[in-house]
C-alpha cells in the first residue's frame, strides 16, 4: 500500500501531511518510521487529515517517536496549507476551522498566486493552572498558577507552565540560550515526574520589550528549529510576567514567528509555509 504525502515547513518546523481520510492504519507507527533520518522523510512528525464534525477539517498530529500531539501551531498552519492548496475540504475564503487534541482552531492564511503563503492562527486561550498543565498534585497543594516551578535536575532551574493546547514549561533565562545544555537538560524537563503527561521545554533570552531569542525542546520530537506553540508559550509568559509587551517576535533557529496576546483574551500565532516536496510512501509492515 502506497501512500500520497507532502512534506512541508514553516521557519524550520517540517511535518509531513497526508489525506488520511478512509485509511485505518497505525499512524503513530508510520510517523515514527516516516520521520527517521536517513531511513525515512526526516521530518518533526506527522499530521493527518480526517473528518470533522464540528469544524472544516480534523487534524491528527504524531511526533516522530510514535506519540500522539493534542495541539501543534506549525502543524496546523502547514496542515491548512495542504489541505487549502489541494481544496481538500470547504473553505469560505476567510477563516478555515481546524479541531484539534486541543480544542477548534480558526486559521486566517494569506495567498500568493493561489498558494497559502502564511497564516494567522486563533491558539485559544492560555491556561496556566496546576490541573491544566498539568502538574502532579504533591507539587502544588492547591490548583493554582503554575509559576515559578523548581525543578532539580542537573543544576535547579526555575520554570512557569502555561497550556496553550499542550503543555509547555518556560525557563527566562540571562545566559545565552546558544550556550545552554538542551541536548541534556532537555529530555530531564520533558520526562520530569512533576509533568504526568510529559511537556514542552523552552528557554528563553529577552532582546525587547517586543523581542526575544529561544530554543525549544519539544515532548516526543527533541530539539526543533521551531514550534508554533513553543513560540507562543514564551511570548505568553514573558508577557503574563509583565516582562514583555503584547506584540512580540520570536527568533528560533529556523527564522521567526509573531505572537500577539492581551491576558484575559486568546493569543494568536502568525507565520509562513512553505511546500518542500511531495512524494510516495510504501507502507511498512
Known amino acids: 500500500m502506497n501512500i500520497k504525502f507532502e512534506k512541508l515547513h514553516g521557519a524550520g518546523n517540517d ?91 480558526e486559521v486566517f492564511p494569506s495567498f500568493e498566486n493561489g498558494e497559502m503563503v502564511s497564516a494567522k492562527i486563533a491558539m485559544g486561550k492560555p491556561k496556566f493552572l496546576r490541573d491544566e498543565i498539568p502538574v502532579n498534585n504533591e507539587i502544588f497543594e492547591t490548583n493554582s498558577d503554575v509559576d515559578d516551578l523548581v525543578l532539580n535536575l542537573k543544576n535547579s532551574i526555575t520554570v512557569s507552565c502555561v497550556n496553550i493546547g499542550n503543555p509547555h514549561a518556560v525557563l527566562i533565562t540571562d545566559e545565552d540560550v546558544d550556550k545552554f545544555e538542551l541536548s541534556s537538560i532537555g529530555p530531564l524537563v520533558e520526562n520530569n515526574n512533576a509533568f504526568p503527561n510529559r511537556i514542552n521545554f523552552e528557554i528563553v533570552n529577552i532582546i525587547s520589550r517586543n523581542e526575544i531569542k529561544a530554543r525549544i525542546f519539544e515532548r516526543g520530537a527533541g530539539e526543533t528549529l521551531s514550534s508554533g506553540t513553543g513560540t507562543s508559550a514564551c511570548a505568553i509568559i514573558g508577557i503574563k510576567k509583565k516582562l514583555l509587551d503584547n506584540n512580540v517576535k520570536v527568533n528560533v533557529p529556523g527564522g521567526h514567528l509573531n505572537i500577539s496576546w492581551v491576558p484575559g483574551d486568546e493569543s494568536y500565532l502568525e507565520g509562513p509555509t512553505e511546500r518542500v516536496f511531495t512524494g510516495n510512501w510504501k507502507i511498512k509492515e
Open 15 to 105: 511535518y509531513i501531511a497526508i489525506d488520511g481520510r478512509g485509511i485505518d492504519i497505525d499512524w503513530g507507527k508510520l510517523s515514527f518510521q516516516m520521520s527517521q533520518p536517513h531511513f525515512g522523510v526526516f521530518s518533526d512528525g506527522i499530521v493527518v487529515l480526517k473528518n470533522s464534525e464540528k469544524a472544516n477539517a480534523k487534524i491528527k498530529i504524531f511526533n516522530p517517536d510514535g506519540s500522539e500531539a493534542e495541539m501543534s501551531g506549525n502543524g496546523v498552519r502547514l496542515f491548512s496549507k495542504f489541505v487549502l492548496d489541494n481544496k481538500l475540504v470547504d473553505f469560505d475564503g476567510k477563516a478555515l476551522t481546524v479541531e484539534t487534541g486541543g480544542g477548534v482552531r
